[in-house]
Antibody, heavy 119, light 110 residues
Framework: EVQLVESGGGLVQPGGSLRLSCAASGFTVSSNHMTWVRQAPGKGLEWVSVIYSGGSTYYADSAKGRFIISRDNSKNTLYLQMNSLRAEDTAVYYC?????????????WGQGTLVTVSS | QSVLTQPPSVSAAPGQKVTISCSGSSSNIGNNYVSWYQQLPGTAPKLLIYDNNKRPSGIPDRFSGSKSGTSATLGITGLQTGDEADYYCETWDSSLSAGIFGGGTKLTVL
């Protein structure tokens, strides 16, 4: 059974850092495109970043230069390192598995982890 | 404001049909596949449609997708109260080199 479990969210001060983790089971993270999507309270979905099975990475403009997506194949885990956090980064962060071979389209999602940026 | 434009809300009666539009441009919908998601309150999004019109296993054929030019449409027939949710379109934007979501549409089943 495919499962994605995010962790690492919490309260952080503006300018601080946080690393989110997404532990996968039932499939191999490195064999699929893996995406981070966030949702601010009461707002819509916002695409954040993707790491392709081949290792290429892409970011939303809001994340460029501050966030880094990566994976640890030995742990079958996806990460999102978030630096220089701002109040507008406050959101539930979801990790999701891409449909095989598709640039977008995510067929399995985690339950999400809440990041709150506030002093 | 999202690059992809969706109506904020749509409504219809149980048993009826509803369509949700998603309008973009040549850099996104016009040259890339579109996906659609359903998000029930307090839950993670669920993939309904990918590659413009394909349904993942387990998604009923009441849900359909289509694309024409720089717009895409999600159709839902035989509306049920359980279909009340937010619906989002998604695609890749070749100019941004990033994925993008529409602003979302809240479906109310009256």
């Amino acid at each position: 059974e495919v499962q994605l479990v995010e962790s690492g969210g919490g309260l952080v001060q503006p300018g601080g850092s946080l690393r989110l983790s997404c532990a996968a089971s039932g499939f191999t993270v490195s064999s699929n495109h893996m995406t981070w999507v966030r949702q601010a309270p009461g707002k819509g979905l916002e695409w954040v970043s993707v790491i392709y099975s081949g290792g290429s990475t892409y970011y939303a403009d809001s994340a460029k230069g501050r966030f880094i997506i990566s994976r640890d194949n030995s742990k079958n885990t996806l990460y999102l390192q978030m630096n220089s956090l701002r109040a507008e980064d406050t959101a539930v962060y979801y990790c999701a598995r891409g449909v095989a071979g598709r640039v977008t389209s995510q067929d399995y999602w985690g339950q999400g982890t809440l990041v709150t940026v506030s002093s | 404001q999202s690059v992809l434009t969706q109506p904020p809300s749509v409504s219809a009666a149980p048993g009826q049909k509803v369509t949700i539009s998603c309008s973009g441009s040549s850099s996104n919908i016009g040259n890339n596949y579109v996906s659609w998601y359903q998000q029930l309150p307090g839950t993670a999004p669920k993939l309904l449609i990918y590659d413009n019109n394909k349904r993942p296993s387990g998604i009923p054929d009441r849900f359909s997708g289509s694309k024409s030019g720089t717009s895409a449409t999600l159709g839902i027939t035989g509306l049920q109260t359980g279909d009340e949710a937010d619906y989002y379109c998604e695609t890749w934007d070749s100019s941004l080199s990033a994925g993008i979501f529409g602003g979302g549409t809240k479906l109310t089943v009256l």
